[in-house]
């Protein structure tokens, strides 16, 4: 798995694969067809590095691709971001009272 985070971050590599989910709508998708068991533990690994990642995040320009490494970080923040209202506000993969809306991106 080397490689797939800056180094400082080589603990989180494990993250990867199933939360560094590029398109916003996708980690919806995720986050809503997890449960609350898979939730709490991404958001366990990743909530305390949450501010050290996006500081190392910050560094780079903006107008410039992202390195790879540094891509996969900040995918893992934005999902950090889409579970974190599930995992401390809801109490559920869902926003509570949507029965089974599903949010979808049409442009």
């Not at 989910?21 to 609350?36: A, F, L, T």
């Not at 958001?43 to 320009?61: C, H, L, S, T, W």
């Not at 410039?64 to 950090?80: E, G, V």
Request: glycine share 2%; proline share 6%.
């Amino acid at each position: 798995m080397s490689g797939l985070l800056p180094e400082a971050f080589k603990e989180l590599e494990p993250l990867v694969a199933e939360w560094a989910i590029e398109d916003g709508h996708q980690r919806y998708v995720k986050r809503v067809n997890s449960s609350m068991a898979e939730l709490k533990t991404f958001y366990e690994k990743m909530f305390p590095r949450g501010e050290e990642a996006i500081n190392y995040v910050d560094q780079f320009d903006y107008q410039k691709p992202l390195p790879a490494d540094a891509a996969n970080l900040r995918n893992l923040i934005y999902s950090l971001i889409t579970v974190a209202l599930a995992i401390e506000v809801w109490k559920q993969p869902r926003v509570k009272n949507s029965a089974q809306t599903i949010l979808t991106r049409l442009a």
